[in-house]
């Protein structure tokens, strides 16, 4: 019979948190597609834009994300499942989405500063 031994978890440094995106790769935990990679590699075919993006990319994803889903409810809701529903619900998700991701770049540094007054910092 096999003797199995106790898989130790990786070490991580010092002041540093194992959620913290400032980690080495190999001390970072895999989490498969959940956590993508974040080597330089482009296994998609695509360029990656470079990391000072990140505060415009990461907003417009959302807002995309976000009124797709919320005008999808709310075309539902008004309209039902009528023969035009997916042209109107594009249509009602393109207005919406050109108001909220302007506005979502205008308030993301408000809301941060408001989540940094009721979240304790890292320790």
């Known amino acids: 019979m096999e003797k199995l031994s106790a898989v130790r978890p990786p070490q991580y440094p010092e002041n540093k948190r194992c959620d913290d995106l400032t ?8 989490f498969g597609f959940f956590m993508p990679s974040t ?24 807002s995309v994300i976000m ?14 499942l009528a023969n035009n529903f997916v042209a109107m619900w594009m249509g009602s998700w393109g207005i919406s989405w ?8 205008l308030i ?16």
């Open 39 to 62: 080597s330089p590699s482009k296994p998609s075919g695509l360029p990656r834009l470079p990391a000072r993006y990140a505060g415009i990319v990461m907003p417009f994803f959302l």
């Open 67 to 80: 009124t797709c889903i919320v005008s999808a409810i709310s075309t539902l809701r008004s309209v039902g």
């Open 108 to 123: 993301l540094p408000v809301v941060r500063k408001m989540t940094a007054m009721v979240v304790a910092p890292h320790p």
């Open 98 to 105: 050109l108001v909220a991701f302007p506005v979502l770049l």
């Open 23 to 30: 980690l080495l790769p190999e001390h970072r935990p895999n």
